[in-house]
């Protein structure tokens, strides 16, 4: 017979429980057992969950899929082959007009037969070949003359020029190609050092790239101002952010850009003290894109659009892991509101009907309201976002100025994630820094269909501002 502890008395006896007993204890370990494996099928539930997501079905980068991820996205299919389509005009080389060298090749004098071969100097036909030629590295002594007044003595120095900073120092062109490697090409400095050597013979140390870079963020203070301007009086600007390491620690790379300009800036902080810091957000009084960050939304002076990629990806998730068949609908709503939206503009629309308009918000509401009742907090999270942002994730629909999803946000954070891939965290406040106002600066001359080198070479010419903005200088 089986005895419980909980039925000792005191002095040792043993006391039998009471059938009534009995049974009500199986009833409550019955009812507890019940909950416990509720709860642990919901925590199985959510783990499985967690584990099909990837950076097709939410907010997850891609480098965190892992080798097994799939490849597969919302682009639908257009029934052209891949490669250049037909009528495309392709690309080949031009020949040059102006050749640096012509070589006459002859035939041989004599013929097979014996008879002489007379060249026909005239007709020929022709082919270029374009090679590069090893750089040549230039060394300039200059040599600051000493003159003395033949009336008052006054001794007058002669003055070196801005570029020669010491006995032995580098002159602007190096220090553009070495900056150009780490901050736009993302090279490590040890390998920029290794190039530097096998191309132009020049022993060069980390430490003149570092330099190199510090003197571009301090020459770039002005232009990025410039570009700061112009986005404050754009329409619409694009906003993330992404994680970057600094001296060990999580900082944040902020993004702000249009189709022509961008800046960067690395912060601590996620949120509204980096915006309020970078100075944009406060001031911008056009319309945001951005995701589902709340720290956006406490500046009111503009209009908030939200990235619909972000909203597909999530829906994606909530339709083929979770079964939920409303966000497969709102799927194929966002979808054909955004074909609607992309032939009006082609056929020269600057909106669409105001019946279609209402047609599509009738249909949006309609789709929320009568969703099952959801069994995941994920799936409540969603239908009540898109009801309280339904202006945000519409605006598309509505300002023909506004676009679908905030790629070009992303588009502009990739390379800065790249460069933390490659080199690793930055060592210092100063390194990460000088990268985010100097790849900034590279972006938008590249967005305005400028060099980046010449852009480098003015930069530290003291003339990056009048690279970019020509018209101001």
């Not at 497969?328 to 669409?352: D, N, W």
């Not at 060592?427 to 938008?444: E, H, Q, V, W, Y």
Request: with cysteine; proline share 3%.
């Amino acid at each position: 017979m089986r005895y419980y502890s909980k039925y000792y008395r005191k002095d040792g006896g043993r006391s039998m429980p009471t059938a009534k007993q009995t049974y009500e204890e199986l009833l409550e370990e019955n009812r507890v057992m019940k909950e416990l494996v509720k709860s642990l099928a919901a925590k199985i539930e959510s783990l499985e969950a967690k584990l099909k997501k990837n950076s097709n079905n939410s907010s997850k980068p891609p480098s965190s899929d892992g080798l097994g991820k799939k490849v597969k996205n919302s682009r639908q299919p257009t029934g052209k082959k891949s490669g250049g389509q037909e009528g495309h005009n392709g690309f080949n080389k031009e020949l040059s007009a102006n050749p640096d060298t012509i070589v006459q090749l002859i035939p041989k004098k004599t013929c097979e037969c014996g008879g002489e071969i007379i060249v026909q100097i005239e007709n020929y036909t022709m082919r270029q070949v374009t090679d590069i030629v090893r750089p040549s590295v230039i060394t300039v002594e200059y040599h600051a003359h000493d003159g003395v007044c033949a009336e008052c003595g006054t001794v007058h120095k002669a003055s070196f020029p801005e570029n020669a900073k010491g006995v032995a120092s580098y002159g602007e062109n190096l220090q553009a190609f070495v900056t150009y490697l780490t901050n736009y090409q993302l090279i490590p400095l040890k390998r920029a050092v290794e190039l530097v050597e096998d191309i132009f013979g020049q022993k060069i140390s980390q430490g003149t790239i570092i330099s190199s870079n510090m003197e571009a963020y301090e020459k770039l203070a002005e232009a990025e101002n410039l570009v700061k301007g112009e986005i404050l009086q754009s329409d619409v600007a694009h906003f993330d952010e992404t994680g970057m390491r600094v001296k060990g620690k999580t900082h944040w790379m902020h993004s702000v850009g249009t189709a022509t300009c961008t800046v960067y800036g690395i912060h601590k902080k996620r949120g509204k003290e980096a915006m309020d810091e970078m100075d944009i957000l406060p001031r911008f009084r056009g319309t945001a894109i951005h995701d589902h960050w709340k720290s956006y939304y406490h500046y009111l002076l503009c209009a908030h659009s939200e990235c619909n990629e972000h909203h597909l990806r999530h829906l994606k998730y909530l339709f083929e892991d979770l079964g939920e068949a409303w966000a497969g609908e709102m799927i194929c709503l966002l979808l054909r509101i955004k074909k609607h939206v992309e032939l009006s503009k082609l056929f020269g629309a600057e909106q669409l009907e105001q019946a279609d308009i209402d047609e599509y918000i009738r249909i949006y509401r309609e789709i929320l309201e009568n969703t099952a009742p959801q069994t995941s907090i994920e799936a409540k999270r969603m239908v009540n976002r898109l009801k309280k942002y339904e202006q945000e994730t519409l605006l598309f629909m509505l300002d023909f100025d506004v676009p679908f999803t905030n790629n070009l946000a992303e588009r502009d954070v990739r390379m800065p994630k790249l460069k933390q891939k490659i080199s690793g965290c930055f060592r210092s406040n100063g390194g990460a820094n000088s990268f985010a106002r100097i790849r900034g600066f590279l972006s938008t001359a590249k967005k305005k269909g400028r060099r980046v080198m010449d852009g480098l070479v003015a930069a530290f010419n003291g003339e990056a501002a009048s690279f970019l903005y020509p018209e101001k200088s």
